[in-house]
C-alpha cells in the first residue's frame, strides 16, 4: 500500500524465505529480481514518477507510518491479545488504505507548504488531492499547530 502511494512499482518489493541449503534457490530469486529490476528501469523514471514527487511522497509516508493514526489502528488488536481474547482483528484493508492515504496527504501537504508551494491548486496537482482537501488539510495542520502559524 504505502509502495502504491509513493508511486513504486511493486516489483520493486520482494520478500522470499530461503534457507542456506537452498544456494541455487538463493541464486535463482536474486538473478529473477536484478532481472525485474532492469526491465523496470531506474527508480522514479521506470515507476512514472519524478524524483522530486517521489522523495516529497517517501518523507510523508516515513512520517504518516511513524504517526499515531497508523499505530493506532492496530492498537485495539494488542488490547484484545493481552486481554486473553486472543488476537483481535485487523483493521480492514479499506480502512487502512484509506487512512494511510488521508494521512500520507497530510503530511505531503504540510512539506509542500515549508518548500514555499503555498497555492492550493498547486499543491493539489503535486499531491493528486483536490483542491478542497488540500484547505482540508491546511486548516487541520493549523489546528494542531503544525504550519508554525
Known amino acids: 500500500m504505502a509502495l502504491e502511494y509513493a508511486g513504486i512499482h ?39 514518477t519524478n524524483l522530486a514527487d517521489l522523495r516529497r511522497r517517501l518523507m510523508a509516508l516515513r512520517k504518516t507510518l511513524g504517526g499515531q493514526k497508523i499505530r493506532t ?7 484484545q491479545a493481552n486481554k486473553g481474547e486472543g488476537h483481535g482483528r485487523l483493521p480492514s484493508e479499506d480502512k487502512l488504505r484509506l487512512a ?38 491546511i486548516e487541520a495542520l493549523k489546528k494542531k499547530n503544525l504550519m508554525g502559524v
Open 100 to 137: 494511510l492515504r488521508d494521512e500520507a496527504a497530510l503530511h505531503e501537504t504540510l512539506i509542500c507548504l515549508k518548500e514555499g508551494i503555498c497555492e492550493a491548486s498547486e499543491i493539489a496537482g503535486l499531491t493528486g488531492i483536490t483542491k478542497e482537501r488540500v484547505q482540508l488539510n
Open 73 to 79: 489502528m492496530f492498537a485495539s488488536q494488542a488490547k
Open 10 to 48: 511493486k516489483e520493486r518489493f520482494s520478500f522470499q524465505w530461503v534457507s542456506a541449503a537452498e544456494a541455487n534457490r538463493y541464486v535463482e530469486l536474486i538473478k529473477g529480481f536484478t532481472a525485474r529490476m532492469k526491465h523496470i528501469g531506474p527508480l522514479g523514471e521506470g515507476d512514472g
